[in-house]
C-alpha cells in the first residue's frame, strides 16, 4: 500500500493550486488535506481525532509555515524530536522569503524549503517538480515505501 502524502495547507486558494498540481504530476498517492499546525500534529502523533487512522508516516509532509493554532516551524520541531517521527520527508511550502524563518527551518531539520510562486503556471509546475522528486529521485529511508507514478504516467 502506498503512503499518503500529507498536505498541512490553511489557505483555500493555496491549497487548491497545490492539488492540481499534485494531480497534474500523476502521483498515485492519497493526498490528506489538514488545515491547521494542531490537526497535523494529532494526525501525525495519532491522538484525537486522528487516534484510529492507520499506522504509519506519510510518504512525505507538504507543511506550510504560517498555520493557525500550532505554526509550521512548531510542527517541524517537534516531528524532529520524536524518533517515530523524525525521518519523515518535511517541505516547507511557503510564501515566507524572510531570512530567519528559512535558517529556523534549515535548524530544525527541514529536507526542503519551497517558497510558493505567485504565477499560477509556476507554481504548478514547482509542485510537481516536488512530486517527481519525491516520487522518482529521492531514496526514501530504508524500510520505508517509494511514491508510485500511476502506469502510463
Known amino acids: ?5 500529507l498536505l498541512v495547507e490553511d489557505n483555500p ?14 502521483l ?11 490537526e497535523a500534529m494529532d494526525y501525525l502523533f495519532r491522538r484525537g481525532e486522528h487516534a484510529v487512522r492507520a499506522e504509519g508516516n506519510p510518504a512525505v509532509l507538504l507543511l506550510d509555515l504560517k498555520l493557525p493554532k500550532v505554526d509550521g516551524l512548531e510542527v517541524l520541531k517537534a516531528i524532529r524530536e520524536a524518533p517515530e517521527l523524525r525521518s519523515i520527508p518535511t517541505v516547507m ?13 534549515y535548524a530544525l531539520g527541514v529536507n526542503a524549503y519551497v517558497v510558493k510562486p505567485v504565477e499560477f503556471k509556476e507554481f ?4 510537481s517538480d516536488l512530486g517527481v522528486f519525491w516520487a522518482v529521485l529521492n531514496e526514501p ?4 515505501l517509494r511514491l508510485l507514478r500511476r502506469p502510463g504516467a
Open 13 to 26: 486558494k493555496d491549497l487548491e493550486l497545490t492539488l492540481v498540481a499534485l494531480e497534474r504530476s500523476q
Open 93 to 105: 511550502l511557503t510564501s515566507s522569503r524572510e531570512e530567519p524563518d528559512l535558517e529556523r527551518a
Open 124 to 127: 504548478v509546475s514547482a509542485i
Open 141 to 144: 529511508p530504508p524500510g520505508s
Open 1 to 5: 500500500m502506498l503512503k499518503p502524502i
Open 28 to 38: 498515485a498517492n492519497e493526498v490528506i488535506v489538514l488545515r491547521d499546525g494542531a
